[in-house]
């Protein structure tokens, strides 16, 4: 089993929909996660890290759920410009930071 | 602040080449990160480093040597320039203390392509 797995998609939704992506980790001992976003041939920026208790900032929604060991992105209203590829990332030490495929989510008009 | 800077944005080389790519930060971060992501794959860590004089190994370090003489700078060599060396390659740095983990900041890519 990979560390990290995310669909790869891609997620065709339109105009203010809302969308939703888990990404699944393997390592228990994974203490820190985030979403990053990546635009096409640009670096990846971080969006938002991912809390226990689950943290929303603006449109944007991450939950973690160490139980069943996957976290997910949700987006609310999504805008044309959400267009992006979404990474999840984890970190279980200083070293360990396993990030994901990432998940391509494509907004139409 | 410029953030972290990296040169060259391209670069083609032929096969048994070397080059250095190089990477600074202004942000005074102690962790320095290099990555490569292939077409349509995830981040793998090559290199990175928790200070100055201080580096060690990721998951694809073959191929590749470091160094991290100061806090700012952290170049990445190739050495042999293979054609499995084509990807983009990201550095990163973050400050991580006691507090924890820092969010890493990226930097714009090298594209490499080797011939």
């Known amino acids: 089993r990979k560390e990290v797995e995310q669909d790869p998609g891609p997620f065709n939704v339109p105009e203010g929909a809302t969308v939703a992506f888990n990404c699944t980790y393997s390592n228990s001992a994974s203490q820190s996660f985030f979403w990053y976003r990546q635009d096409c041939r640009k670096e990846p920026k971080l969006l938002m890290s991912?809390?226990?208790s689950g943290n929303e900032d603006g449109r944007f929604t991450a939950q973690l759920n160490r139980a069943s060991q996957y976290i997910s992105l949700l987006i609310r209203d999504s805008k044309l410009s959400d267009s992006a590829t979404y990474l999840c990332?984890?970190?279980?030490?200083?070293?360990?930071?396993?990030f994901g495929s990432g998940t391509r989510l494509s907004i139409r008009p | 602040n410029a953030g972290v800077t990296q040169t060259p944005k391209f670069r083609i080389l032929k096969i048994g080449q070397s080059m250095t790519l190089q990477c600074t930060q202004d942000m005074n971060h102690n962790y320095m990160y290099w990555y490569r992501q292939d077409p349509g794959m995830g981040l793998k860590l090559i290199y990175y480093?928790?200070?100055?004089?201080?580096?060690d190994k990721g998951e694809v370090p073959n191929g590749y040597n470091v160094s991290r003489s100061t806090t700012e700078d952290f170049p990445l060599r190739l050495e042999l320039a293979a054609p499995s060396q084509t990807s983009v390659y990201f550095c990163a740095s973050s400050y991580s203390g006691e507090g924890g983990y820092g969010e890493q900041f990226f930097g714009p890519g090298t594209r490499l392509t080797v011939l």
């Open positions: 990332a984890l970190r279980s030490s200083a070293s360990k930071i396993i």
């Open positions: 480093s928790v200070g100055a004089g201080i580096t």
């Open positions: 991912v809390y226990s």
